[in-house]
């Protein structure tokens, strides 16, 4: 499957522990988008990659979120002192640098936050 | 980037075509319209976008006005398969860092 990947599928978490997502994008697929999506809205989004560099933060994402992608192909994100209110889907998708009207969408993670 | 407004829910007959419609009369002289869709536990996938001019591909028909207020997505023979929400998105092409996202139409294709 050459698609976008994302690890784990679900995660299950204690309040005020920490959590760490894994995104691999497609090859060669230069940008990279993590977003956040409730049941019930659509996806938000959090941050965007070109290559190894963030190019833009959302607002919304309080400082316990980081993400990284430090060789311009993987990405993490990390959510610290996790809270109930964090419980969602984490989607991440990637752009091809010919095609980047095109976002191509991973399964996501689901994260429940107890 | 354009709000959108869509319906929150839509019926289809199996075999039959399915008319999304979208509202986006902010939108500005360069921003595409954009459309995907999300199948329920899903990540969202794209179907098709538009400036201007009416579009087709292997999924789908995008039929935008000539005043560019509203579009209108067309799935010629719907299957069961395609039930999901369908989101339009009005953003800027080569500016796609971001894409915001309304709450999208949940089609229904019924059997």
């Known amino acids: 499957d050459t698609g976008v990947s994302q690890d784990p599928r679900h995660k299950i978490t204690k309040r005020g522990q920490n959590v760490t997502f894994r995104c691999d994008p497609i090859?060669?697929?230069?940008?990279l988008y993590w977003y956040r999506q409730t049941l019930g809205q659509g996806p938000e989004f959090l941050t965007y990659?070109?290559?190894?560099?963030?190019?833009?933060k959302s607002r919304l994402l309080s400082n316990r979120f980081s993400a990284e992608r430090p060789k311009g192909s993987f990405s993490t994100l990390e959510i610290q002192r996790t809270e109930q209110g964090d419980s969602a889907m984490y989607l991440c998708?990637?752009?091809?640098?010919?095609?980047?009207?095109?976002?191509?969408f991973g399964p996501g993670t689901r994260l429940l936050v107890l | 980037d354009a709000k959108t407004t869509q319906p929150p829910s839509m019926d289809c007959a199996e075999g039959r075509a399915a008319n999304l419609p979208c509202n986006h009369s902010?939108?500005?002289?360069?921003?595409?319209v954009y459309w995907y869709r999300q199948i329920h536990s899903q990540g969202p996938q794209y179907i098709i976008h538009?400036?201007?001019?009416?579009e087709t591909n292997e999924m789908a028909s995008l039929i935008i006005t000539e005043d560019r207020k509203s579009s209108t997505l067309i799935l010629p023979h719907a299957t069961l398969r395609d039930t999901a929400v369908y989101y339009c998105?009005?953003?800027?092409?080569?500016?796609?860092?971001?894409?915001?996202w309304g709450l999208g139409t949940s089609l229904a294709v019924n059997p």
């Open positions: 998105i009005g953003t800027y092409a080569g500016n796609n860092r971001k894409l915001i």
């Open positions: 538009g400036l201007k001019n009416n």
């Open positions: 090859s060669e697929h230069n940008r």
């Open positions: 998708a990637s752009s091809h640098p010919l095609a980047e009207e095109t976002q191509y």
């Open positions: 990659f070109q290559n190894e560099a963030q190019l833009e």
């Open positions: 902010t939108i500005s002289g360069n921003e595409y």
